[in-house]
């Protein structure tokens, strides 16, 4: 199994457990079922982290809150993912 096109890394993770980095502090992990040649994707058992950031007018303290949802399934359009990281695989 050669990677000679990015989208072949992709290829290799399907039916693995991958992370997504998303526009808007979102993060998911989930099993890829699916990807198109723009890489929207259909993942599965998705864990969601959104991060917010805000700042405390009094303090002027950074305020850091982190929501985290489950979804059985989930569709994802390419044009908001940053970044998508394999499943670490070992020799």
Do not use: W
Request: negative net charge; glycine residues 4%.
């Amino acid at each position: 199994m050669s990677i000679e096109t990015p989208l072949d890394l992709i290829r290799l993770s399907i039916d693995e457990r991958i992370y997504v980095k998303c526009k808007g502090d979102r993060e998911l992990r989930g099993k890829l079922h699916a990807y198109d040649q723009h890489l929207n994707m259909v993942l599965g058992e998705v864990e969601e982290v959104v991060t917010q950031r805000e700042i405390d007018e009094e303090t002027e303290e950074e305020i850091v809150k982190t929501t985290r949802r489950e979804m059985e399934m989930l569709f994802v359009r390419g044009d908001v993912i940053i970044l998508v990281s394999p499943p670490l695989r070992t020799a």
